[in-house]
């Protein structure tokens, strides 16, 4: 029953700002992690950020002081602050979740420890 859903994406001029937004839906445990993600074309996955739902943080060490992570119970959504964008950003951004908090267990982002995944935003910064 859990469904999560990006938005968001879109195509911006090099440092420039984005918010992508995940909106979950079915997630009922007390104690869950969001994690972001985000593929090139030709490309790894690579890990870019994760939050609890009490607001705890980690970032990949290439978005450090320019992606903020936050989450508003509230809303079910999570968000991802993206600012001074340059073209090494263009992806497919995807957000995931998983129950617990396993995730603050590791110091990188791990993505086997997500279970629920969206269909991904895309997201273009032109020079």
């Known amino acids: 029953q859990v469904r999560l859903a990006e938005s968001g994406g879109g195509s911006v001029q090099t440092g420039r700002s984005l918010r992508l937004s995940c909106a979950a839906s079915?997630?009922?445990?007390?104690?869950?992690?969001v994690g972001w993600f985000r593929q090139a074309p030709g490309k790894e996955r690579e890990g870019v950020a994760r939050?609890?739902?009490?607001?705890?943080?980690a970032y990949a060490d290439f978005v450090k002081g320019r992606f903020t992570s936050s989450v508003d119970n509230a809303k079910n959504t999570v968000y991802l602050q993206m600012r001074s964008l340059t073209p090494e950003e263009s992806a497919t951004y995807y957000c995931a979740a998983a129950p617990g908090w396993n995730c603050l267990r590791y110091e990188t982002l791990v993505p086997d420890t997500y279970i629920y995944w969206g269909q991904g935003t895309q997201v273009t910064v032109s020079s």
């Open positions: 079915g997630l009922t445990s007390t104690k869950y992690c």
């Open positions: 939050i609890t739902n009490d607001g705890r943080t």
